[in-house]
């Protein structure tokens, strides 16, 4: 029995059928994969809620909030800007969470574990496209599914945007590239839906014609992927070519996407989260997804110095900033030069993974704003990278060492999947901290609430913004005490820094750690 055959027979790679003698060794692996996933997420399914969570209730709560995203469509005073924001299938699957669930987290949960897990196939099934290996793609899948930066996405209910996205994105990679986009049935009308499903839920789909450009036209073995035939550079340049032009319903999509929002893009100069920065802010979030597709690395204090930095313009404090985080710099380096070696010198197949990694993170790349759950989509290519070098390594150590080297690349790959649960599972717990801190808060708000006068105007300080990375309450507390208080009619204004005099009757509190203490 194969352990892992990175050489298989050349039928269609996608199928799995009685055919194959190993078909339900690979489906039990892939079982075995998903409920090792389950098991990672499952103690925080009735996490409370937190931060962004709240905006996205009272969103569904209010009658008006159909379709919306920020009340973007129901005429508030929202910013022009947030046009470009605007994600009617993002907004549509959570009113219907909603119906089903009302306010019960589990039910929030569970959607987005649900499409993680749907998304862990996926990533497998779209390394089937690039190379002929089941066990690889189990692999890629493995990889995805237990990654530690996964933690953010899918256990933070806001998270779900990402992962929504990235499931139509690689549904639609996996459903165009079966027909190699050469004609016109079935497949490429169901692609060309994905995508625009995918540009309704989060502007991170702008890359999906980029993607969809590198998936290769036939996929090959891992031994085919290792050897460097005369002329291979032209071959691929060729093969892009002609697959340029097979996907021209993606290109003038994409290009009407961008045409549609670009403006609004550029005029959001003051919404730091989503103002292009090309800049030294492209080096940082280079180095950021490198490190995330790799280790588990704390970036959050290193990101307030270097925010703290990078606005102030003082080129002068960059070595103290270096100095200061040894730690993380060294990580950086390590991580960028793996990745360069396996863009330069690694096997085809790795390395057309590895630029479908920097493409997927291309719209944090551009933009000022870094976030765990925005590399999301990234990860898929980069899980998928890891494994085509498993594959190519099962090849290189069977050929070097014989019989026992066929189980070498088998071992290193559990070896990995297991470190990364062990990683994840650690950053679950600062979640569930997060989540214990936010109930905490929330229904220390119903206690305050019941003693304020009717139309009553507070501000409230020091909120936690977040536990180790997890966050709490950075914003959206004006509306969990609108929801969970029942007092709409009660203004909030709430910060993470210290109070400070607000202008006007207003009544002043802040968070001791377990109830509001009045500073009036």
């Known amino acids: 029995m194969t352990v892992f055959n990175a050489d298989e027979p050349a039928h269609h790679p996608s199928a799995i059928t009685a055919a194959d003698p190993n078909w339900r060794l690979h489906l039990l692996a892939l079982f075995g994969v998903l409920i090792l996933t389950c098991f990672l997420y499952a103690p925080r399914l009735k996490d409370f809620f937190l931060s962004d969570d709240f905006s996205l209730l009272w969103t569904c709560v209010r009658p008006e909030g159909f379709f919306a995203n920020n009340g973007w469509l129901t005429g508030s005073a929202e910013s022009w800007t947030s046009a470009f924001r605007f994600m009617p299938a993002s907004s549509l699957s959570g009113l219907l969470i909603y119906q089903f669930t009302g306010m019960d987290p589990l039910g929030w949960h569970l959607t987005n574990l649900l499409l993680h897990l749907i998304n862990a196939v996926l990533a497998g099934i779209l390394l089937i496209r690039f190379l002929r290996s089941r066990w690889a793609a189990i692999g890629a899948s493995a990889f995805f599914a237990v990654h530690f930066i996964h933690a953010e996405p899918v256990i933070w209910v806001s998270g779900r945007t990402s992962v929504l996205v990235t499931t139509f994105i690689l549904a639609s990679l996996v459903v165009e590239s079966k027909s190699r986009g050469?004609?016109?049935?079935?497949?490429?009308?169901?692609?060309?839906?994905?995508?625009?499903?995918?540009?309704?839920?989060?502007?991170?789909?702008?890359?999906?014609?980029?993607?969809?450009?590198?998936?290769?036209?036939?996929?090959?073995?891992?031994?085919?992927?290792?050897?460097?035939?005369?002329?291979?550079?032209?071959?691929?340049?060729?093969?892009?070519?002609?697959?340029?032009?097979?996907?021209?319903?993606?290109?003038?999509?994409?290009?009407?996407?961008?045409?549609?929002?670009?403006?609004?893009?550029?005029?959001?100069?003051?919404?730091?989260?989503?103002?292009?920065?090309?800049?030294?802010?492209?080096?940082?979030?280079?180095?950021?997804?490198?490190?995330?597709?790799?280790?588990?690395?704390?970036?959050?204090?290193?990101?307030?110095?270097?925010?703290?930095?990078?606005?102030?313009?003082?080129?002068?404090?960059l070595p103290d900033f270096l100095l200061s985080h040894q730690g993380i710099v060294v990580g950086a380096v390590a991580a960028a030069v793996i990745w360069l070696t396996v863009i330069l010198w690694g096997n085809r197949v790795a390395r057309r993974l590895a630029i479908f990694m920097f493409v997927a993170a291309g719209p944090i790349l551009l933009f000022r704003g870094t976030g765990e759950r925005l590399v999301y989509l990234s990860s898929a290519g980069g899980a998928a990278a890891i494994a085509a070098i498993f594959a190519g390594w099962h090849v290189t150590f069977r050929e070097t060492l014989g019989r026992a080297g066929r189980y070498v690349a088998a071992a290193l790959a559990v070896l990995l999947v297991i470190l990364n649960a062990g990683w994840l599972r650690q950053r679950a717990t600062n979640w569930e901290t997060a989540a214990q801190v936010s109930q905490t808060i929330t229904d220390a708000a119903r206690t305050l609430a019941k003693d304020l006068p009717r139309d009553a105007r507070i501000q409230v300080s020091d909120l936690p913004d977040n536990v180790d990375g997890a966050w709490v309450f950075r914003t959206s507390f004006q509306y969990a005490f609108v929801i969970y208080a029942d007092r709409p009619d009660v203004t909030v204004i709430s910060t993470t820094a210290a109070s400070t005099l607000t202008a006007g009757e207003v009544l002043r509190f802040r968070w001791d750690g377990a109830t509001f203490v009045s500073v009036d």
């Open 182 to 317: 050469r004609t016109w049935g079935a497949a490429r009308w169901a692609g060309l839906v994905l995508a625009l499903l995918a540009y309704m839920t989060k502007e991170d789909a702008v890359v999906v014609p980029l993607l969809l450009w590198l998936v290769p036209s036939t996929p090959m073995t891992a031994l085919e992927g290792l050897q460097k035939r005369p002329g291979w550079i032209r071959a691929e340049l060729s093969e892009l070519r002609v697959r340029a032009k097979a996907l021209w319903p993606y290109w003038i999509m994409g290009g009407v996407y961008l045409a549609t929002r670009i403006g609004a893009i550029a005029q959001a100069t003051s919404e730091a989260a989503y103002r292009i920065e090309l800049s030294w802010n492209i080096i940082k979030n280079a180095l950021f997804v490198s490190v995330a597709n790799l280790f588990p690395l704390d970036f959050r204090a290193a990101l307030e110095h270097w925010n703290r930095w990078y606005n102030s313009g003082e080129l002068s404090a």
